[in-house]
């Protein structure tokens, strides 16, 4: 310093971990959507919002043996990505919820949340929808270190599944099976925590 009256401090902005975030407020923010049963109407979709979250991704699923003779087979419902992940990957989470079903007098709706790496089934997670007509955000959460720095395939997909029925006459495998996606988060550490 001149003078000792003035400093000028530069900034040094901190190293930013990598990580890759997807919130999908705008759309499906490079991700692909697909369906195990291509000619059914079930199929994954964008929605502007969902029980106060901006942006969700809508995994619906259906099997029960009328459906999956008209289908061809159960349908699930795909969030797909190709990506390169970080040489120092940790975890893939997940905000998501099941989508509100069920009424007070009759029962609730539930299924399940999984995801694939290159094919192989990480995690398959339970979610289940209370009576109270609210969805319940949760955070889930895999360990994906196993390959860090490769280019992979990565699948999010809804599964039809659980006991859980709306209706007295619902089947529990094809009874609003929707899962709702908010955001995606490729965490990478950061060197002080984690
Ligand atoms: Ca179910
Ligand atoms: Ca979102």
């Known amino acids: 310093m001149v003078g000792g009256t003035s400093c000028v401090r530069i900034e040094q902005p901190l190293p930013q971990p990598p990580r890759l975030v997807y919130e999908f407020s705008y759309g499906l923010e490079g991700w692909n959507i697909a369906t195990t049963t291509p000619y059914d109407p079930l199929f994954p979709v964008w929605q502007e919002s969902y029980g106060g979250k901006i942006g969700v991704i809508n995994l619906t699923?259906?099997?029960?043996?009328?459906?999956?003779?008209?289908?061809?087979?159960?349908?699930?419902?795909?969030?797909?990505?190709?990506?390169?992940?970080?040489?120092?990957?940790?975890?893939?989470?997940?905000?998501?919820?099941?989508k509100v079903g069920g009424w007070p007098e009759s029962g609730y709706s539930d299924g399940f949340l999984a995801v694939k790496i290159n094919g192989q089934e990480l995690a398959r997670w339970y979610l289940r929808a209370w009576k109270d007509a609210k969805p319940h955000w949760l955070s889930y959460s895999v360990n994906i270190s196993s390959w860090a720095g490769q280019t992979v395939l990565v699948e999010i997909i809804g599964v039809p599944g659980g006991d859980g029925k709306a209706c007295f006459t619902c089947t529990g495998t094809c009874d609003n099976e929707d899962v709702m996606v908010d955001s995606i988060r490729i965490i990478v550490p950061d060197g002080r925590k984690g």
Do not use: E, F, W
């Open 61 to 98: 699923s259906c099997t029960y043996p009328a459906h999956d003779q008209r289908a061809g087979g159960p349908t699930y419902s795909i969030l797909k990505k190709r990506m390169q992940l970080p040489r120092t990957v940790r975890r893939l989470n997940i905000v998501a919820a099941k």
